[in-house]
């Protein structure tokens, strides 16, 4: 997929571990891992709202488009 998480940088910015974002978002630690994998296929804006709040970031910070990555079915 063309868009590329960076959840993983941002974590590591903030000197923030994956599990106290999940404790703090109000999502699993599994699920935190996914969405630094970039293993899901989307995310709902009110859970990328709650990660800015957190992070005190803007949603570009955390997902980055790259061109040419895009395979027929996208």
Wanted: glycine residues 8%.
């Amino acid at each position: 997929m063309p868009i590329v998480v960076e959840l993983d940088v941002m974590l590591a910015r903030r000197k923030m571990r994956s599990k106290e974002l999940a404790q703090r978002i109000g999502l699993t630690e599994q699920q935190v891992s996914q969405l630094k994998s970039g293993k899901v296929r989307g995310m709902r804006f009110d859970t990328l709202s709650r990660i800015c709040a957190v992070l005190q970031c803007q949603p570009g910070d955390l997902l980055r488009y790259e061109a040419g990555e895009e395979t027929e079915g996208d």
